[in-house]
């Protein structure tokens, strides 16, 4: 059924990371004639997105499953470290940024045992601090990172830490929530046992659905691992699905007929296809931070191609939220930074836009510090 588009909707160009720029295919898709999910129609649509979110990380659908949960992306966090720790055992969070320290925050409010292994967020972990780790606490029974640190924009080498995970017998979790259906991304080769994300980031549609894919033989395994949490189970969720093909609380319907129509386009577009116009829209942020002189905080080698962390300039005349606003005004969106020690703001990669956008953009931008007699190039003191 293709979706029609009864009139155009104001286009906002979305440079924060996530809830993505959609498509307007994608907004209409939401509206259809009510529905109760209870309904075997509904049923049948949730099956088979659950195995396109499979799909989209390649993984063998006879390891692994999709289960959903209604909620924004965190809940995927809390599902995963709430739900797959055995009794008497700990988690290690490898933690070099602030949706890793989110994490920890889960394992502090759950009050699970767990090391919080520190990095500077502007560099990759240190492999061997991991394994060392790993190897001095053999009741280590999960690993989880994130793997582009969405607050700095670092990709961190989560195929490395995996097999350190899996040499030491752990399993293995990634918030993948901001690479998912952007970053080609392999789940079986790069050692991950469960990933996450959120329907409005890489899939491109919108809040209130969100996903953990993993291996069904370790939620097959935590049944009888201690609960925690009665809405956000990981295994209870899915033997729900598995024995009625429903989720077990209302899902989010109209988000889901959204996905299912963003799932549609991204087949359509092509993983790799997809993942290269990302990168032209990355690599068209920089060329507009370079010309205009701001500086970028983590080696353009080690960024994940999605999000740009920039430095604010040492000019008195910078002021994030009038930049911010006049661009808002304009139809395009820039997001504060992340980064705790550092005063930085964040121009993203996601959704379906291109790199003319980011050219619109810029014109946009330049006018503001123009506006407000911010120097350019902009300067740094040192
Ligand atoms: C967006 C994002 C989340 C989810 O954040 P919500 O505010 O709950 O949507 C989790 N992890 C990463 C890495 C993200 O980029």
């Known amino acids: ?174 918030d993948t929530t901001s690479t998912y259906a952007m970053r080609p991304i392999d789940i079986e080769k790069e050692n991950i046992d469960f990933c996450m994300a ?13 996903f953990v894919v993993g291996r069904t033989s370790i939620i097959e395994e935590s049944a009888n691992y201690p609960k925690r949490s009665y809405y956000c189970n990981l295994f209870l969720q899915y033997d729900y699905f598995e024995r009625t093909g429903e989720m077990h609380f209302t899902p989010p319907v109209q988000t889901i007929y959204a996905t299912i129509q963003a799932i549609k386009e991204y087949w ?26 701001f500086r970028d905080i983590i080696k353009r080698e080690e960024q994940a191609g999605l999000v740009v962390s920039v430095m604010y300039p040492d000019d008195p005349a910078w002021d994030f939220e009038k930049v911010h606003d006049y661009c808002y005004q304009r139809g395009f969106t820039i997001y504060p930074g992340k980064i705790s020690t550092l005063n930085t703001f964040r121009l993203c990669a996601l959704g379906a836009i291109d790199e003319e956008d980011i050219r619109a953009f810029y014109v946009v931008f330049k006018d503001a510090l123009k506006h407000l007699n911010v120097a350019v190039p902009v300067q740094y003191n040192e």
């Open 1 to 174: 059924m293709s979706i029609k588009v009864p009139y155009e909707v104001k286009r906002n160009v979305l440079l924060n990371p996530g809830p993505a720029t959609t498509t307007d295919t994608v907004k209409f898709a939401q509206i259809v004639p009510d529905i109760c999910p209870r309904e075997q129609e509904f049923g049948s649509l949730m099956k088979g997105l659950r195995e396109d979110l499979v799909k989209i990380v390649h993984g063998d659908l006879k390891k692994y499953t999709s289960v959903l949960f209604c909620g924004s992306g965190t809940v995927n966090i809390d599902v995963c470290l709430n739900s797959l720790l055995p009794a008497d055992k700990k988690i290690l969070v490898v933690n070099n940024g602030s949706y890793s320290a989110r994490a920890v925050e889960v394992c502090e409010y759950y009050g699970l045992p767990h090391i919080d292994l520190r990095f500077p967020a502007d560099q990759r972990p240190d492999l061997q601090i991991v394994e060392k780790t790993l190897r001095e606490n053999p009741d280590i029974a999960l690993v989880h990172t994130t793997h582009n640190e969405t607050g700095s924009g670092i990709l961190n080498p989560i195929g490395e830490i995996g097999a350190l995970a899996h040499k030491y017998n752990a399993v293995f979790t990634v």
């Open 198 to 210: 959120s329907a409005q980031k890489g899939l491109m549609a919108f809040t209130g659905l969100s």
């Open 268 to 293: 359509a577009e092509g993983e790799q296809a997809k993942w290269e116009r990302h990168t032209r829209v990355f690599n068209a942020i920089h060329e507009g931070l370079d010309e205009i002189g």
